[in-house]
Structure formats: C-alpha cells, structure tokens
C-alpha cells in the first residue's frame, strides 16, 4: 500500500447535479510513501514536514468590507484564533460509517471552565479514536470524545483546562441567531492541513440541503445547511463560522471543490446539545458522567420542497393556504417523506412523497420545529396530519430514542468488526436497524469472500437476529471448524449468498474481544468476548454412521464403503480432520446434514498401465492426475511478513511424497511464498479439501514444501491419491518433447505436447520496490508453447514421470513513467532441486533443524549457500575484459553449448561472502574445478556439508577469481540456511518487526547500528500511523538504546509504560538516517509476538505488554 498525504474525496451521489467524487469532507488523511502491498489506493504523497508546518497559526491579510472595518475585524480575530485548536485524530478501528486511519481537522472551544471543545461529528467519530489538540502557542494536550450527535455533524471533545499552561484564551460564544443571508464571514481552520488559515466568506443561504457525501458512509439529514463561497478544503472540519463580533454563528462541515463552495452546520442543536452537557457536568461532583441528551426519531427521512413541487405531488389547495397562512412570510415550502427505514416506527405507516402537515396539532414546515418535537417526545406517541395524493391521512408514531439504534459496541474477531447496523447505514443500505453489520471483514470473512457492509443472515445454519446470537453461535464452534454463512451485500441485496467460513479464533489473531464505549472516559472498555468458564464452549461433534460396510472418519465428511465396491461420501457440517498443526484424532465437529454425493473412486494405480483413457489425452495426464492438488492460499494481513505482495493465491501443486503418515506437495514460491499462511489442499483424485501446513521454504530455488496428513483422507482417499514418479536424471535437452500437465480451477486435468526450447535459461528478476522474493542464481526450463502465465503444473515424460515443476515467478515490470506493475511468468523448475531435499526429510538424516510434522519428529535439511547474486557473461565479453585465452579454453570445454562464465552482481548484506567477493568478479573455478553455472556452484556448496564422520561444519569454498585485470585464489565463506524462512514477528504500536529477510540482504546494505529490527508493515490507526514510522526502514535505537535484534527490541520497549513518547531512531533503505517520536498507547495497540515453534510446529502468539 502507498498511504500518503492526500485531500479524502468520498463518492458523489448527491442531488443538484453534482458529479462524483466532488463532495469532499474537509479533513486530511496523512501519511507518507510506504510498503506498496498494505494497501490498493495509490495517491501522491507530501512529507511530513508540511504537516509539522500546518501545525503554526498563519492568519491570512484582513479583507475590507462594508460590514466593518479591518479594526474590527482584527479585535475579533485576535480573541477567536487562541481558541481554535487543530486536532490531529487517529480512527484506531473501523466502526460503523468510518475506516480506520487518521486525520487532520479543527475544533474550537466552547467551554474554557470545563474544557469543551466543538467539532464536526465524522472528527470525533462514532468509533474508538485517539485524539490531541495543539493550540496556536503549539501547546499540545490529550483530548477526548464527549458526545457526538447520532444524526448531525457536530459532537464535543473535554480536555483538562490545567494542561494549557502558557496560553491566554477565551471561549467562543455561540449566536445561531446572527446567521443571516448576505453576513461577512470568517472562517478560522486548520485548512488544507498545511496552516489554521482565516477564509473569507458571505452567507449565501441559510436552507440549503443538507450534502450528501457517500451513499455507503456518514451523511447528514432532516437538517438545513448554510452555504458561502469561502472555499475551505481538508483539514477545515469543525472550523468556527465567526462574524465580525467573534461569536460563531455556524459550524464548518463539508465543502464542493469544484464550486469552491462550502456547507455550514446551524447551531441551534448544538447550542442545546452543549447547554445539556454542562449542566451534567456541574451535576457530577468528578470527571465527566455518561452523556444523557435525549434524541427522538421516526426513522425517515424528510425533504424540504417548494409549494410549487409539492403541488404536483397532490397538495390540496385549501390545505396551501392554510399553511401559507400559519407559516412566515418567508416560508416556500414543505417537508416531503423522503426514505422510511423497514422496521421502523413510521414503517408501513407513512410512504415516500407523503407531505407533512401538522404534527402534534401544529402546522410543520421546518427541520427546527421537527426535530424539538421529537427530542421532547422521546418515548411518548405524536399524531402526525400528512397528504398522500390529495388525500388527508392522520397517523400516531411513538418517538423511538435514537440512541437506542446507535451502537455502542462492536465485536473485533480475527481482524474484523461486527455490529449492530446503525441508523446511519440502515438508512443508507434500507435495511433494518440492529441486524448483524461486517463494518470491517478482517480476514476469517474475508477469506470466505465476505466484503464490507454485508448483513450476516445465518450462521453454522443458525438465525443470526443480533450480535448476541452471533457470539452465541461463534463459541459453539470449535477451533478450525469450516460452517456455512449465509449473507447479503448491499450492492446485490436480493439475493443471499453462502460461504464456508474457517474459524480461527487465536492462532494469527488475538481471541474475539467486545469494545464498548465509555463516555465517562472517552475510551472503549475492552473485555474478551468468550462465555464465562461456567458455561462451557459447545463443539459440534461428528456423527459416526452405522451402515453395511466400513465408516470412515475424514475432513469433510463421512466416507462409506458399500459391500457393492460403491463409495458415498457424505458432506456434512464439520471442521477439519486436521486443523493447521493439529493431530488427526482431534474430534470432527459435524452437526448440519446436507446432500449426499455418490461416485465410483478407482484406487487403483495408474503407473504403467500404458493406456490412456477416453477422458485424458494423453497416458501422461492419466498418469499425472491423481498427483496433481489445486492448493488455496491466504495470508492473515496481520502477518504479511517478508514483503509478501498477495494475501489471496491459487496454484497447483504436485505430490512428490505420499505414505500412510506423511504427504508431501512441491508447489512454486509465487503460490506459498510464507510459512505463516493458510492452505487449503484439493486433491484431484478424490473430492476433498484438507489443511496443509508449510514445512519447507526453499531459499534459493521457487518452490515450497507443503505437508498434510494423509490419514485426514480416509482410507478410499489415501488409496485413490498417488505420489509422482519423479525423474531428475537425465536431465531435460533442448528439443525434448515434454508433456505439461496441471489442473484448472475446475480440478480438470489439462495437457499438452510442448517441446524443451531452453533448459538453462538463467532468470534475471530484478528487485521489486518493496523488497520481497525474487528468484536468484536459477536456471530455467523455457517451452515453446504452454497455457499462458496463469497455468502452473509439471512437466512430465511420456509415461507420466515428472521431470520439472511448471511454476509461477513474478517480477515488477514499469513501463515508461508509470508506476511499476506485477508481471506473472511461468518456467520449469528442474525436479532435481526438489528430489534432492525431499529425500533428505524422507530419510530424516539431515543432521538439521527438528521439525514436528503429523506429530512426528523429523530432521529437516540446511542448504549451504554462496549467498551472492551471479549473472552469466558471455565468453567473448569475457575476454573484452582481459579473461586469459587458457580460461576462455577451459571453460568454452566444460560447457560447450552456453560458453558463458558467471559474474558478481552483488553479495547478500551480512552473508560471509559480503566484502569477500566483489561486484564484477569473474567465478573461474572452485577447488580447481571450472564452474560455468549455478548448478556448478550449489553442487560444490554441497560438497563442503560433511566430513569423515558426517558432522556438519562452517564451509568454504576455495575460488579461482578474475578480478580487475588479474587473476586471484581466495577462501569464500559460504551459508547455511533452514527452510523455514521468518519465524518470529513483533507488532509494536502498529508496525509489524521482522529480522530483514534475504530480498532486504540482497540489496547489499545493513546499518552499521545494528539491523535486526526491519519495518515490513504497518497498521491504518495505528500509532505508527498517526506519526510516520513507515514500512522499509529499520529501527536502531529506541530512547538512545541500540537495538540491534528483535530481543533486544522487546527488552527496551518493554520498559515503556502506556501513553509515552518515544524517541525512535530509523535508517531507511537507503541508508539515510532519521529521527521521530510514537506515543505508545498500549490500550488499543498492545504489543505481541507470534513465534513459530518447531517443536511442537505451531505458530504462538504472545502478548508482550498491554494496558
């Protein structure tokens, strides 16, 4: 993702013809370039020293008017600009109508004695924020939300009065009455977020429409807005509307970029509001009591038209005159029915294009007199008088409290939000209030395809009413268990939709929580959401089926063997045979029945049978199918580690070991490109998916390991599932006919014929923006003709040996000025580079790292690299360079078709070879032997493994060099590497820490401080956020101490309490050095761990310090 600095621009449905993407809230979303990956949006950025500048007061030349004198309206300035203050606020989560992330605004005070600032209602926000103010003198304080109205754009933040020390001020009084048409305005903000400016306005109209700002978000209504030419733009949110005397006569809300137009909020209902408040407040003798402003509602929406529109609706005449009679001179119009929301208390009873006539026994034209009716009748019944079509209709609606249908608390579970749907989105959606709202996926819905602002229907085929029963069923189920949800979307709301989803309730996430909102403090009070211990998780348990034959128990349902050779295989409601990392004997919660799938399975092998079927094409494809598994992938977001570019990926993969206890898939590095993933196995042989859990992470080669337990298949599975014959000698030659075989989403074999073009083409992929896997030192298989760069499988010979893994590679490709793109590509990965490390774990002889698989031990492989970049030169360019005739001989002889030498490009940072070798050496030989490609290099690192008596020792390699002009011999250190890739991360304030993985070292640079804490991502609310720690740095020292591992970085930050500073030392990619503060808040953002085990082979989360 690119966060940056940017002006936020919502959607455009909006009336009066106005175009999309124009109505803008006026606030600023900050940031600065970052990891690309975080996020879709891409926006130009501006640095944060432009927003340190906005921070300063700058007060724009006084502007002459007939209204008063320059004098004048300096006085008045110079008393309102102390009191305005400019807010920097941070969304930690999404809730209801907002996104997480933070912004610049304004706000201003109302209440110096008891500290009460007035903004806008999208400022404070209806979800968790942290929020500080910084005064005109650059005093800055803790403020925190007091009460933000359910309906209008306007809501309070208290701060403590005794924290502003070096400040004269004076609260700004509030005039709702002085607004007027053709009334010389200022308006003082925060504006564009670059100064708090003074823009110069007059007040064109006092009853405008209230703006619409996104048919999916916030937006005022039942309401008038006032509307000048000021021209403010983000950052302006909550600026005072003052008049020449320094009273705020409205409140800035929103504005029209392309009209330079901006839209002010009337105060009348704010003046109320803020009366009630402090009332409260004298009431309490400490703190600040829960706020009590009592909010009625019909749930509809009304519409002010002139008499003219509402003739044509059918307004009688007698009835016009007797409103023009008991209405002002000024009046022009009446409130129409707009939207009615279902299940409300004026649902069924009044329509759209219904006319309001009297209410209460009063005739009714305004918003005003409309909404003091209903804040005074919360919970009484009012008759309405209306006209529908010229026909007189009398109606009596009892006055719901609004805050009643507000939320005020949410459910986070892995990564998401839930809640009620608000009033706010069930006007928007027309759905009805309370039902089960996805205000965020996070990644269990999101894996299962849930989007954002779905309604929950069912769940585990249960009624979900409420966020209670939701939480009521979501215990029932048990760790890993994979239930039916059913959905709608707004975008598609008359159609329901059904998805498996995973439940995974601790592994990558912290366990489901409740936020509930606490007005006394300004916080969210966070407890766990799980059931006390009284009253026990139900998990839904397998039922065991009693029939002729033999019952099987496997991951996705029953499987039956009929005395008829026949095989049934019942589907049913169940979690996993195997979750990730769990034993097989782990009980199959299975309650839901549902249709009953038969079918022939042959368990038959298929090796030599020389015969192709009528529905393959070739003996090779017959061969290859039942080895062949369509591999799912997903990324939790809260681990992307590595510089992972794709949270969502599908591949196919080849099974390259099978037995009763152990299986084994070789799928490409583009597919399962981290360990801490999700993968979801389909095995072409037999309908089922199981888990599978990544085991080994090859360093340098494209491919992965991934391993399931076969036993989750039952027994007709494991029979009817084969493992590929694999074939790594001879090696493939140019002009071979080879088979490609793979599968299609479908789990449809297809193959065709191709021919070898290049069996050694050495890849040349360079290194992508934010550093992540490339594929280095490999020689490639190249076809003629394949499926196209979206088609993985194996290349096989006739009989259905497997000679390569066709795998996915990708690269960054930019063309022109343009930004990079991703580019996919597909190449043969010669077999031999798997073969030879799956027999190392096959044979458990490695002398390496443990690793528990199925629940069994077993010695896992190390490589032994040269961890530097080589790229071939041609022999003839060799010698351009000086290369000797001799050694243009001796290496011409040991590979008489490509005649090339391999040179340096560059050495990994922190490798034993980095200031050994050089950039431009020539590789001549190692222990005298003439090297000419990278499979001379890996085979002469092997070598150095063991001595006599099999221990593994530090190697080197003894080479021959070309360097400069001459001729060298020196002693390279070379590496040993697991397969397990990163197995530790730290989130700190919402960054995500890692060691820097090798696309980081392969750059070439480490900082000399210390650089075992790498900044791989970064969280949207989150403190990092709020202050620009970005992605592609890392972290030195904190508060002066160094910190040059990831321990190191827990035993500092360890010591810092909740809500300090601290000083936070970066060096960027680049080597350039910097210096910021955090403020840590450990309520919202608590710092943990997930940590891979590998003697139990789980991934572990740990938190390290919390609030």
Known sequence: MRPLLCREKTSAHSKKGVSRGTWAFDRIHWGMKADKMNRLPTMKSESAEALKIGLTMELEPPVFDSAGSAEDWRKALNKVVPAVVVLRTTATRAFDTEVAGASYSTGFVVDKKRGILLTNRHVVKPGPIVAEAMFVNREEISVYPLYRDPVHDFGFLWFDPSLVQFLDYEEIPLAPDAAQVGLEIRVVGNDSGEKVSILAGTLARLDRDAPHYKKDGYNDFNTFYMQAASGTKGGSSGSPVIDIHGRAVALNAGSKSASASAFFLPLERVVRALHLLQAQKDKSLKGWTPAAIPRGTFQLTFSHKGFDEIRRLGLKRDTEQMVRKASPPSETGMLVVESVVPGGPAHKQLEPGDVLVRAGGEVLTQFLKYETLLDDNVGKSVILELERGGTTINVTIEVQDLHSITPNMFLEVSGGVIHALSYQQARNLHFVCGIVYVAEPGYMLSRAGVPKHAIIKKMAGEEIVNLDSFISVFFKLSKGARVPLEFVSHADRHRSKSVIVTIDRHEWYAPPRIYTRNDATGLWDIRPAAPSPEVPSVALKANHMEADGVAVHVGNGVVKEGDNGETVVIYELQVEAVTRRQKVDSELPIDLPVPTIKGKLDATSRHGSGIAPETSSSIAEHVIEPTLVMMEVHIPPSAMLDGVHAQHSFGTGVIVYHSKDLGLVAVDKNTVAISVSDVMLNFAAFPMDIPGEVVFLHPVHNY??????????????MAAVQAAVLLPDPPLRRGDFVYLVGLSRSLQATSRKSTVTNPGEALNVAAADCPRYRALNMEVIELDTDFGHNFSGVLADEAGRVQALWGSFSKQVKYGDSSPEDHQFVRGIPIHAISEVLDVIVSGMSGGPSLVINGVKRSMPLMRILEAELYPTLLSKARSFGLSDKWVQALADKDTIRRQVLRVKGCLAGSRAHGVLDQGDMLLAISGQPVTCFRDVEIACEATKSDISGTVSPGSLDVTLFRQGREIN??????????????????????????????????????????????????????VHRYGLYALQWIVEVNGKPTPSLQDFVDVTQELEHGAFVRVKTVYLNGKPRVLTVKQDLHYWPTWELRFDPTTAMWRRHVIKSH
């Not at 250190?973 to 995500?992: E, K, S």
């Open 704 to 717: 992965s390991l991934v391993a399931y337990n076969p036993r989750a298949l039952g027994e007709v599975g």
């Open 970 to 1023: 020196i002693q390279v250190g070379i590496d040993d590497r697991d397969g397990f890739g990163t197995t530790r991360m730290i989130n700190w304030a919402g960054c995500v820490l890692q060691e820097p993985h090798s696309a980081v070292r392969a750059l070439g640079f480490l900082p000399q401080q210390g650089h075992g804490v790498y900044v791989v991502r970064w969280c949207h609310g989150s403190p």
